[in-house]
């Protein structure tokens, strides 16, 4: 992980983000071989299927579908992971549940009501890494707010083990939640299938979940064939911004927890403290080397930085540029600072809010916007399995009230249908009561005739 100390230099943020550009990937063969899975799978289906994930995935498998047997009760966990994952649940839940918005009527104009309700995506496809490290987690971060949302069909797509198994822990996050369809394929072939639909995988209405550079690049294919993806990822990443009251082994554990994800994935840390700094990566080497994927994490460093910053509003500007991932405030008044944050995913706040938290069990999704695209995309929510539909409901004395206003505009636009079709209404209603008044006029002429003839006759018997 290299240090720079900026200090000395005027602060320049387009310079300093030179600094922490993101590892670069060469696209073009990979793009190419998106298209050529994608066609393949359009092609051939499940046997296009089969091939890739043999091809891939080094396994034969017969059947892309798991038996819903095989996904209750699955063997070889532990009581007290099961139990994790039930608090982890509950707790995503909660957090969600509370997302949902009562539909609420607004008159705009007197006569003219509006308002918007709530629509579940009937089916999504959820796609779970199950490499080189089996997200769990991701199965609760999208199956719980799918099923709050209320989608009819959830299509869960994971790849398989070297014996073509699923990791039993996936299964029974499925369980937990009532996921019953699953297949075990994953990568470029999983998206693809879920775009088009094989005999066995059906096709989804929209997209979502994490996963490596191919796995990201075939949701940014789908989207060319008209799928709706949840939104454009990368490797995973975090920014620390720290002070003097930042505690080193905290810090570099974080940093290490992102870095563990993949050799493409990022780690920056920006402080105003030089020996917070030094510390922090000295107990970096140090838990480094008692990790089980260290040569992953030691890769991920070669793409990090350090970075030495006057003061903490340089590191939160520096930080609003980046857009990071994750974003912790291992600060000493870090509520001093959150309203200067306009761009993450997902904060942290203070040295006991650990990234992994947010990974598994706070509530919060951990499906989240990565490569920058926290400057215009938010992470996973209930309203991401959800449609907004507007309703109006106009009545005549409201139409009476803004169809002039519409007739202008609409003309003013050169769209006469459009005019028109507020032009007929109002010369109909216009009409009405012009019949109305007419209608009135002669009854009241009708009344008075009777009257008059009435009169006459009694005036007639009193002489």
């Not at 940093?255 to 780690?267: F, K, N, R």
């Not at 249908?417 to 109002?426: F, M, Y």
Request: contains cysteine; proline residues 4%.
């Amino acid at each position: 992980m290299q240090y720079t100390n900026n200090t000395a230099n005027k602060f320049d943020s387009t310079e300093l983000e030179k600094l922490i550009q993101r590892p670069f990937i060469d696209s073009e063969d990979l793009n190419q071989l998106v298209k050529k899975i994608f066609s393949d799978i359009k092609k051939n289906g499940d046997e296009s299927l089969k091939y890739y994930t043999y091809l891939f995935d080094k396994v034969k498998i017969d059947e892309v579908k798991i038996d819903k047997n095989r996904i209750k009760n699955p063997s070889g966990l532990s009581d007290e992971l099961k139990e994790a994952m039930n608090l982890a649940k509950n707790n995503i839940e909660i957090f969600h549940k509370a997302q949902i918005q009562k539909s609420v009527k607004i008159e705009t104009s007197k006569g003219v009501n509006c308002w918007r309700e709530d629509r579940p995506i009937e089916k999504i496809g959820i796609y779970v890494p199950g490499g080189t490290a089996p997200l769990l987690s991701t199965v609760l971060m999208l199956g719980v707010p799918a099923k709050i949302a209320g989608c009819k069909e959830i299509i869960l797509c994971t790849p398989p083990d070297k014996n073509g198994n699923i990791n039993p822990a996936i299964l029974f996050a499925a369980e937990l939640i009532g996921i019953e369809t699953i297949f075990k394929v994953g990568g470029i072939q999983a998206i693809a299938a879920l775009t088009f639909g094989t005999e066995s995988i059906p096709k989804a209405d929209k997209i979502f979940g994490p996963g490596n550079q191919y796995v990201t690049a075939a949701k940014q294919e789908a989207l060319k064939y008209g799928m709706a993806i949840d939104m454009p990822a990368g490797p995973s990443e975090v920014l620390i911004i720290a002070d003097e009251s930042g505690i080193p082994e905290f810090i570099a554990a974080d940093l290490l927890s992102q870095a563990e994800h993949g050799t493409d994935s990022q780690v920056i840390l920006l402080s105003d403290n030089e020996e917070m700094i030094k510390k922090s990566l000295e107990e970096i080497q140090k838990q480094l080397n008692l990790l089980p994927r260290k040569t992953i994490a030691r890769k991920a460093l070669e793409n990090s930085r350090a970075i030495l910053l006057n003061n903490i509003e340089e590191c939160i500007e520096l930080s609003n540029n980046y857009a990071p991932e994750h974003l912790i405030l291992a600060l000493k008044k870090p509520e001093k600072y959150l309203r200067q944050i306009s761009n993450a995913g997902s904060v942290f706040i203070g040295n006991y809010s650990c990234e992994s938290a947010g990974d598994y069990a706070s509530g919060t999704n951990h499906t989240l916007p990565t490569n920058g695209f926290a400057k215009n995309y938010s992470g996973v929510s209930v309203e991401s399995f959800m449609k907004k539909i507007t309703f109006q409901e106009i009545s005549k004395a409201g139409l009476e009230r803004i169809g002039p206003a519409i007739e202008m505009m609409a003309e003013a636009e050169q769209l006469m249908a459009h005019k028109n079709a507020v032009s007929i209404r109002l010369n109909q209603l216009k009409s009405l009561k012009s019949l109305e008044e007419n209608s009135s006029n002669k009854t009241l002429k009708t009344d008075q005739s009777m009257l008059d003839r009435l009169s006459e006759s009694l005036g007639g018997l009193k002489s």
